[in-house]
């Protein structure tokens, strides 16, 4: 098993939430978690944005259940960061 400490999203999202409600509701909803994010293209109804999530043990169904709430789509995993837990047994 594995802990996961960071990852970088490269996310498609509508202009609203703006990125503070949208930043904000994913902080307030994956516990333990600093969320940063980044505006690097925007259109008429979308921005693209890339979010870097960081905590000591991150779930990361729950930050794609978050963003999929707020109407935004995960284009890609951009960077992550995984501690392998010492003397856990595979599953």
């Known amino acids: 098993m594995v802990k996961v400490e960071r990852v970088v999203l490269d ?9 503070l409600e949208f930043a904000s509701a994913i902080a ?7 969320v940063k994010l980044t ?3 925007v259109d008429e ?6 979010l870097v999530i960081e905590g000591p043990d991150l779930a ?3 930050i794609v ?7 935004g789509s995960i ?8 501690q392998g837990l010492t003397g856990a ?3």
């Open 75 to 82: 284009h890609s995993i951009d960077e992550v960061q995984v």
């Open 65 to 71: 259940e978050r963003i999929s709430h707020m109407g």
């Open 89 to 91: 047994e595979d599953d």
């Open 60 to 62: 990361y169904e729950l």
């Open 39 to 41: 505006v690097s293209a």
């Open 45 to 50: 109804q979308t921005e693209t944005v890339l």
């Open 28 to 34: 307030d909803g994956v516990p333990d978690c600093r």
């Open 11 to 19: 996310v498609l999202k509508p202009h609203k939430p703006n990125g």
